[in-house]
């Protein structure tokens, strides 16, 4: 299969090259970033010298829509919406790793990303890309919405329980954590290195663009409208999420029931590994992989749950899932293309 990229020089566009360079089923014959067409993709990354020998073109979408088969978009938010709807009346399918087409409500969308939103059209013609949860709807799409890095951790920490009623869901806190590429490679004083080193910092105190997408994912499964507690921090590291969720049971139930649910819940999934009682992830063991990790802990003395749930932000947060909608969508083994063994230390 023939893929393009969109949003070259970005990190999740990299990784994507990255991974899809030792996908058997795919070949990407055109990276697009209109900022640095004409150059070589090693100029802006040395690392893949060697590897990868692809010029940077700028964007003609009728010839793009004629030479390829695939388009993952790797743009910034309010970029997309344009880009999309060209590519599939001339029969592309999409896989959009932002954020242009998660949210179903154009309203809601405006006043969470202060962007105009996406025509309604192609709002309804989207699936939610989370692979684990979604999986026979994925098959059939046409235009994927890759989920957020955050909503992919919390989300996939959650679903089990919310799924089986386990907890009360007005009660569910999120403290969440990320890594300073989570930002993207744009610079600006919040990501200076010297404001992140040796530092730690809560932003986008409830107004953060993940809020209603996790909401919105929540209210599918249950019928009902969700409104979440949610804190993202900036950390001082360069790749990794971390989200510990916290709720209310509503009923009694020990920390060994709940894995034997989460173990049940995610035994056909390859991606989500669940930690043995007592045990609980780090970042740094899912470092460039797919995988997302999850430990528990019932607290019988206070009746709640604590999930934590570690990604790498860039690939199963982004690139690594964007491929493994790719594989549900042509009826590959969705781990083909993603058999990294984690970085680590």
Known sequence: MKAAIIGGTGYSSVELVRLLH???????????????????????????????????????????SQSVEIVFLATPSGVSKSIVPGLMENGV???????DFRLRSAQSYEEWYKHT???????????????????????????????????????LGLMPVIKNKLIDNKTIIIDAKSGVSGA?????????FAEVNENLKAYKI?????????????????????????????????????????????DVITTSDVLQLYNEFYQAHHFVRVRPEG???????????????????????????TIISV?????????????QNLNLLNGW?????????????
Do not use: W
């Open 22 to 64: 030792q996908h058997p089923f795919v070949d990407v014959t055109t990276i697009i970033s209109n900022s640095q067409a004409g150059s070589m993709l090693h100029e802006t990354y040395p690392h893949v010298t060697c590897v990868v020998e692809q010029t940077l073109q700028s964007l003609d979408l009728n010839k793009l």
């Open 206 to 250: 409830g107004a953060h663009q993940h809020i209603p997408e996790i909401e919105q994912t929540l209210q599918n499964e249950t019928g009902q409208s969700q409104a979440i507690t949610f804190t993202t921090h900036l950390v001082p590291m360069t790749r990794g999420i971390m989200c510990t969720m916290h709720a209310n049971l509503s």
């Open 117 to 155: 939103a996406a025509d309604e059209r192609y709002l309804a013609k989207a699936t939610y890309g989370l692979s684990e949860i979604y999986e026979e709807q994925i098959k059939s799409a046409t235009l994927i919405a890759n989920p957020g890095c955050y909503p992919t951790a919390t989300l």
């Open 93 to 99: 399918k999409c896989i959009d790793l932002s954020g």
């Open 184 to 192: 993207g490679r744009s610079v600006s004083m919040g990501t200076h």
């Open 311 to 323: 990604i790498d932000n860039l690939v199963k947060g982004a690139s690594g899932q964007a491929i």
């Open 333 to 345: 083994d969705v781990r083909t293309g993603l058999l990294e063994v984690p970085v680590y230390p």
């Open 279 to 305: 045990t609980f992830p780090s970042t740094k063991e899912v470092l460039g992989s797919n995988f997302c990790d999850i430990g528990l802990h019932v607290d019988a003395r206070t009746g709640r749950l």
